[in-house]
């Protein structure tokens, strides 16, 4: 029996462990933290997620949320305008409902998964020894470990990675008693220029259902204001300041919201990073890097858990193609790149483009929305799968050539 070994278990290396043992493959997971403590733990995301990644969930068993979770039936968008009110304004349905399902109970429920079917699970944080030791006794060891310190195991990748500083300050906030969205319940995204986004969707938590909102705001404009705030009452206080402030159609669902609890609150901001896929131990050996590890994004796209399933889902196809051949230095570069190739490299970029301030084509496309069905609706179905976003977001020619003549916004 080949046997494997993964640092982490968060959400890819969970799914892949769970994955390789159902197809009969010895593994073992080594993680940080129990999952009593993931589960009493603080929030880690809003994990919001659309249809292949969580088709990706359901071929393996692991949905056990679809008829609990609240779903994603649209994508609205907003942008604000000079006066502080909506200047563009569209929602489209997405074409298989999304969901977000807290970490801290998608976690620890499938480290349930893993182990009742006979996975090994120890729970320590891994250094490089332990991870020596493991590529000892395993035929392959890939590296989970999200945006643990450990992933500087991996060499960052100057030519695929633009930025060497947070593109954003983030912050969430889980809270119950907003008002839903009608008639039916979905992600609502907001973008005001030279101040930031706010997004807000439903989600299951530990405490049942919740509203989980985004803060993005660019770094030094004031919505980067999260350093004062020394606790949960005063991270809720400044959440609902922002919305009266910079999204005050989002305020108006918001008068009786309060904190899921104590630790439904969450604030902090990194670099958009591209790793090599390889990392090298001090005695020679290699591991693969998968996930955040090697591609983490900025939340501003919604698409780390959709990457880490969609990525787990394709190194699991991987490894069992390579039958009983060495996991070596060539097959773990072509597991990431075919990988890359396929959608990292275009979903990285995309999501990297979009800390930008948007071009012409994107201006045109998103005023656009607001009066053409077929542009929304494309659009959002685009999510699950950014590759679909090129050409046309970023080229006026290649826009009009999919839907008819654009006006410049101006
Ligand atoms: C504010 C915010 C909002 C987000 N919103 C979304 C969203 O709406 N949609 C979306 O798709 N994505 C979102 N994401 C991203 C998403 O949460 C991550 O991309 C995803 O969890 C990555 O999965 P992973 O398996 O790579 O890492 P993780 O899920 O982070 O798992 C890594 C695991 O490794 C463990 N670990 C770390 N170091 C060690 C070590 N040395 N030894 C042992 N174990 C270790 C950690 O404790 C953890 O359990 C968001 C992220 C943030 C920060």
């Given at each position: 029996m080949r046997s494997i070994g993964i640092v982490g278990g968060g959400h890819a290396g969970l799914q892949l462990g769970i994955g390789l043992r159902q197809r009969g493959y010895a593994v073992t997971i080594v993680t940080d933290r129990a999952p009593d403590d993931v589960r009493n733990g603080r929030i880690m995301s809003s994990q919001g997620m659309q249809r292949t990644a969580l088709q990706h969930e359901r071929s393996l068993g692991l949905a056990f949320w679809d008829d609990i979770a609240p779903k994603h039936d649209f994508i609205e968008f907003s942008l604000g305008g000079d006066d502080g009110q909506r200047a563009v304004h569209w929602r489209a349905p997405v074409p298989s409902p999304g969901n977000s399902v807290c970490q801290r109970v998608k976690v620890?429920?499938?480290?349930?998964?893993?182990?009742?079917?006979?996975?090994?699970?120890?729970?320590?944080?891994?250094?490089?020894?332990?991870?020596?030791?493991?590529?000892?006794?395993?035929?392959?060891?890939?590296?989970?470990?999200?945006?643990?310190?450990?992933?500087?195991?991996?060499?960052?990748?100057?030519?695929r990675s633009p930025y060497d500083k947070p593109m954003r300050a983030l912050a969430l906030t889980y809270v119950a008693g907003m008002e839903p969205t009608h008639?039916?319940?979905g992600v609502t995204f907001n973008a005001m220029p030279g101040v930031g986004e706010y997004f807000v969707m439903p989600a299951v938590t530990t405490t049942g259902e919740c509203e989980i909102m985004v803060f993005e705001g660019l770094p030094g404009g004031p919505m980067d204001c999260w350093a004062d705030v020394k606790n949960p009452a005063a991270h809720l206080q400044r959440s609902k300041e922002i919305l009266q402030k910079f999204f005050p159609w989002e305020a108006a669902r918001c008068q009786r919201i309060e904190l899921t609890e104590s630790n439904g609150t969450l604030a902090g901001r990194f670099p958009p990073v591209v790793r090599k896929p390889v990392g090298v131990l001090p005695s020679g050996s290699l591991v693969l890097g998968i996930a955040d590890v090697v591609m983490l994004n900025d939340p501003l796209t919604g698409q780390g858990s959709n990457n880490a399933s969609k990525f787990a889902h394709h190194y699991l196809e991987r490894i069992v193609l390579r039958g009983a051949a060495p996991f070596d230095r060539d097959w773990m570069e072509n597991t990431f790149e075919s990988y890359w190739n396929e959608r990292g490299k275009l979903t990285a970029e995309w999501s990297n483009r979009l800390l930008l301030p948007p071009g012409p084509p994107m201006q045109a496309i998103l005023h656009a929305a607001e009066h053409n069905p077929v542009i929304a609706r494309h659009f959002v179905e685009c999510f699950d799968d950014p590759p679909r976003f090129f050409?046309?977001?970023?080229?006026?020619?290649?826009?009009?050539?999919?839907?008819?003549?654009?006006?410049?916004?101006?």
């Open positions: 620890p429920r499938w480290t349930e998964e893993f182990v009742s079917l006979g996975g090994t699970l120890e729970v320590r944080p891994a250094g490089i020894e332990d991870i020596e030791a493991l590529t000892r006794k395993h035929d392959l060891v890939i590296v989970a470990a999200g945006k643990g310190e450990i992933a500087k195991l991996f060499e960052r990748d100057a030519a008639p039916s319940r050409p046309w977001l970023f080229d006026m020619g290649a826009a009009e050539g999919l839907f008819g003549p654009l006006q410049q916004a101006a």
